[in-house]
């Protein structure tokens, strides 16, 4: 069985870009309740951006920690946040899709798999443990069903 887990140090750095955010919110009200030192537009304006920012690396955070279980012939979807948990056999892949990105010099892998039920989840090998070993059990399992790249 090929365990699919976020991988740690993901979390633990987008864990540290929300408290040095959260730092600095603090830090602009604080200012703004003892000192002043900008205009009200200034701290409105921040606050407002700031805070979007926190709630939007909140939501990817939460909605990225899933734990998807390949084997004996099905995929097992958890997610604990949602106290979701799904099980698919391989027969109803309706299609999966590996796409790959060059950025950086570096390459980006995302799968996606969607099933007969109309849901789907998606993968990607830097922020998930054990993409190739998925990917390699779908081209197994379920390699008819997968989604042929076009070539622009």
């Known amino acids: 069985?090929?365990?699919i887990k976020p991988k740690v140090s993901t979390y633990v750095s987008l864990s540290l870009v929300l408290l040095i955010l959260i730092a600095g919110l603090v830090m602009i009200l604080r200012?703004?309740?003892?000192?002043?030192?900008?205009?009200?537009?200034?701290y409105l304006i921040a606050c407002t951006l700031i805070t979007l920012v926190i709630l939007m690396l909140l939501v990817k955070m939460m909605a990225g920690y899933r734990?998807?279980?390949?084997?004996?012939?099905q995929i097992i979807?958890?997610?604990?946040?949602?106290?979701?948990?799904k099980v698919y056999p391989v027969?109803?892949?309706?299609v999966w899709e590996e796409e790959t990105i060059l950025?950086?010099?570096?390459?980006?892998k995302q799968l996606t798999i969607a099933f007969?039920?109309?849901?789907?989840?998606?993968?990607?090998?830097?922020?998930?443990?054990?993409?190739?070993d998925l990917?390699?059990?779908?081209?197994?399992?379920a390699g008819k069903q997968k989604v042929k790249n076009k070539k622009a």
């Open 31 to 42: 200012d703004f309740a003892y000192k002043g030192s900008f205009g009200l537009w200034f």
């Open 67 to 73: 734990f998807i279980t390949a084997g004996r012939d």
């Open 77 to 85: 979807v958890k997610l604990p946040l949602r106290g979701y948990s």
């Open 91 to 94: 027969s109803e892949i309706l």
């Open 103 to 108: 950025a950086n010099k570096r390459q980006f």
């Open 116 to 132: 007969t039920d109309k849901q789907s989840i998606s993968v990607s090998n830097h922020e998930h443990e054990a993409y190739g």
């Open 1 to 3: 069985m090929t365990v």
């Open 135 to 141: 990917v390699a059990y779908l081209s197994k399992k």
